[in-house]
């Protein structure tokens, strides 16, 4: 006489599986947020250092100066700081603010979440036709309410080049 095979889990089985579940899971939650948080700012930090770096192609192709800064209605320099959105404008009239005669090449709308960005009095960055930003160097700040510990940094020198790091401060 053949006994019949069995299919499927026995009880013991399942309760062993789900408790390897709930165990795993109790670990790649916690990571996981943390990964997106680290990943919005690198994500934001980016933007703005892509934006940063059009702008200065730009000015230098264009031979004319290009303004980068924050805006809270993604039409003119209006106020604001760099989590109200931000615009690249070519600067055609060369009077140092951005209005109906010069061109948009790009706009950034409002940043969601819990992102801000520290300015330091820094939300216009002007590049000169050479590509330099000789009135506009500083540094930065992109942080979430985690503070200075995982916040980025972008540094813009005089000679108009951008570059991630310099110490954060939120």
């Known amino acids: 006489m053949k006994k019949p095979n069995q299919k499927g889990f026995s009880l013991l089985e399942l309760m062993v599986t ?19 948080k680290n990943d919005r700012l690198t994500s934001y930090t980016n933007a703005l250092i892509s934006d940063l770096m059009l702008a200065r192609g730009k000015a230098v192709q264009r031979n004319q100066p290009v303004i980068v800064c924050a805006s809270d209605d993604q039409a ?5 700081d760099f989590k109200d959105g931000w ?22 709308n409002k940043i969601k979440g819990d992102i801000k960005y520290v300015d330091g009095g820094l939300n216009t960055i002007i590049f000169d036709s050479r590509g330099f930003a000789p009135n506009s160097s ?14 980025k940094s972008i540094s813009i020198s005089p000679t108009g080049r951008t570059s991630r790091g310099g110490a954060p401060s939120c």
């Open 87 to 108: 615009i690249v404008a070519v600067d055609v009239d060369n009077d140092g603010t951005v209005g109906n005669a010069d061109d948009l090449i790009r706009v950034q």
């Open 138 to 151: 500083g540094q930065i700040s992109i942080c979430d309410d985690r503070g200075d510990s995982k916040a």
């Open 18 to 36: 789900l408790s390897i579940v709930a165990i795993v899971m109790a670990i790649a939650v916690p990571n996981m947020s943390q990964f997106l």
């Open 76 to 80: 003119s320099c209006t106020g604001g």
